[in-house]
């Protein structure tokens, strides 16, 4: 298995590019399901998870190709089955975003529920609630999912929380419905609103987009073309860490700024100030001016859950004491172990993390066991005394396009080595 073998304290300086937003691409490409034709997707994250969802695609009779590292070629003759099976959904839990550009293309589908994870339990009712409300009969059977319509019509759907997944799925399903939808409580999460863009670049009738109101006129048939993907703002907010770390010698460049209000807000009641010049963005505060501060996750425009375990990584070197409330997902604290297994002092009590910051870190083995948690560890092995082992970093090859070649462009230790099952 790969692990990642860091040598903290480096003197860190130089720039990071941003790629694409792996939670925009995701479900953009699911999109391509939707209408017959050729689509060309540009700043495509070279990442485990779109060649995963990349594989459901063609297991479903579409064709792709990469015409260059960050550019997929998709081109869709029909589909060949509508059905996405156990093997492929469990890899991967956004693979369940099929589900609506399936029924908006065969008014029918099946699709493995996608289970659990280690965040938490992960359910997929409300994606449900809102096929159902487009017409579709649910049926739950040996765990999969299937659904049928004769005809999808438009409908008004509140969603009981504003899921990411729920909301594109089923803007995607109604977008050639019949007649009018109005989905109100929508997530409104950047990506969310990159997906609604794309179908409108298509020839979708959509309006509220970035609102928690979306308003659907379904449409006959769209027109395939080229888009280009947002710039991922959880890949930049990580790497702003850094920025920090080095008294603002590690730059950001190509985030875009309104994506990631919350969180350069709260770094900002920290004490650190945020400088761009151009498409460069970074914080020349340095850890020993910061505050400690209390951090509640929150769907967009709130803090997101994505960043919770990088902003520990800070906390827990920032003298004082600093808080995570996680509300988004019950289970989303494993890296703590992890962090004090490195010297950190951080306690859960009753969803809370309290992080006693400002210890030394110290390097140790241990383990990624989200993707997020993985990317957190990795800032703190590169500011922690001596050396660390990540184990599990499948994790981090599932979000983060060339993480050790970005890293050691700026001067940090960081190698990819195989560690004996
Ligand atoms: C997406 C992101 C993920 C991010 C999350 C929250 C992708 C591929 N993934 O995940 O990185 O952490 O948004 O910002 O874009 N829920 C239900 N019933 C449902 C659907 C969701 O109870 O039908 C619950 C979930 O269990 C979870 C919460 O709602 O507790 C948020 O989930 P959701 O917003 O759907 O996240 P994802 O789309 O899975």
Redesign the pocket.
Known sequence: MDAYRIVGGKKLEGIIEIGGA??AA??ILCATLIEKGTYILRNVPALK?IKTLSKVLEKLGLEVENLDKNTLKVVNKGLASIEATYDLVKTM??SF?VMGPIIAHEKRAKVSLPGGCAI??????????GFEALGCVIQIHHGYVEANATELKGAKIVL???????T?NIVMAAVKAKGQTILENA?I?P?VEDLCNFLVSMGAKIEGIGTSKIIIDGVETLTPGEYNIIPDR?EAGTYLVLSILSEGKVKVKGAIREHMDSYLAKLEEMGAVIKEEGDLMWIETSVKELKPVRVKTM??PGF???LQAQIMTLMSIVKGTSEIKET???NRFMHVPEFNRMGADITIKHGVAQVNGGLPLTGAEVMASDLRAGAALVLAGLVAEGETILNRIYHVDRGYDQLEKKLNSVGAQIERIKLEA
């Not at 938490?120 to 609630?129: E, F, I, T």
């Not at 009981?160 to 729920?166: I, W």
Request: charged share 30%.
């Open positions: 792996k939670n995701l479900p998870d839990r956004a975003t938490g339990a992960r359910p997929v009712d409300l994606h449900l609630k009981d929380f504003p899921s990411v997944g729920a594109e997530a999460e990506e959880i769907p967009h997101p859950t994505d988004i997902f019950e």
